[in-house]
């Protein structure tokens, strides 16, 4: 006898075979063809992950596993906390559990320069030989600059630094006169035990023709600790030595020295963050 199959068996038959296609088939938002197991396509909006305050990078709490038990290596969320207890700290942005720590996406970054300005001399010191350190315009005490680390961490700040002389003396008619003018640059930072002092110099000629204000650049790299959240003053002054050679003694007039031009040789001072 042959086998009759009823409208009820064909129904059964049907659905579990759109049950089966289904728990094989991929997913599309907005989509009828997906490209793999989960397609989202939108032209105006995106994907809202979960936003969660995290209290440090090894600490998966507040995130739970439903199912209990540890939450599964992958597990992608947003932070919007920011902590700054100088150790495992978090930070806004959107982080992947490793199984023992959450590892933000997204390298830190920060980097700031504090360059040279004014409207004296378009920004340009002329500094004096009896005078001891004078302010760089916009880098000095009286500027109050500070630098605010948004992370805690190993920060990179590079000097840039630049002297001319003024003009030299005629010291022996129909000679070649070449002289040397001296200084130190100052750099002080509440988060170095001492300030930099960095010695400078540079060269004047004098033959017919004065040639000044040859440039030599300096540039100073140092490595520091800071923490997320705080502020850190810094400045930068230059002090030049006596000058006997140039004209005034250095103390006045072209025998002055020049420490930067903003538009073209400015002093400047940068901060990096480079931990990550």
């Known amino acids: 006898m042959k086998p009759i199959f009823t409208f009820k068996c064909w129904v059964f038959l049907f659905t579990t075979c759109i049950i089966h296609t289904i728990s094989l088939a991929q997913v599309g938002i907005n989509t009828t063809t997906p490209n793999g197991i989960l397609d989202v396509n939108s032209s105006n909006a995106g994907i809202v992950l979960p936003r969660v305050s995290l209290t440090a990078t090894n600490d998966p709490l507040p995130v739970k596993n439903p199912q209990t038990g540890a939450i599964p290596v992958g597990t992608v969320v947003y932070n919007i906390n920011t902590t700054n207890t100088g150790s495992n700290d978090v930070y806004k942005g959107i982080y992947v559990w490793t199984g023992t720590e959450w590892y933000n996406k997204f390298t830190k970054k920060q980097a ?16 004096a030989s009896n005078v001891d350190y004078q302010d760089i315009p916009n880098l000095g005490v009286s500027d109050n600059q500070s630098f605010t680390a948004k992370y805690s961490g190993t920060y990179k700040i ?14 022996e008619p129909g000679a070649i006169d070449i002289s040397v003018q001296k200084g130190n640059f100052k750099f002080a930072f509440d988060g170095l035990s001492s300030d930099i002092i960095i010695p400078a110099h540079t060269k004047s ?17 140092r490595y520091v600790d800071l923490t997320a959240g705080t502020s850190y003053d810094f400045s930068l002054q ?39």
Request: aromatic share 14%; glycine share 12%.
């Open 158 to 171: 590079e000097l840039n630094l630049n002297y001319g002389g003024g003009y030299v003396k005629d010291l």
């Open 238 to 276: 230059f002090d030049q030595l006596p000058s006997p050679e140039f004209v005034g003694n250095g103390n006045s007039g072209d025998g002055l020295g020049y420490i930067g031009i903003p538009d073209h040789v400015p002093c400047s001072v940068e901060f990096t963050y480079i931990e990550n």
């Open 112 to 127: 700031e320069i504090f360059k040279q300005s004014g409207p004296s001399n378009n920004g340009m010191l002329r500094t």
């Open 205 to 221: 000629t004098l033959l017919v023709t004065r040639y000044y204000a040859i440039w030599e650049q300096y540039s100073i790299v």
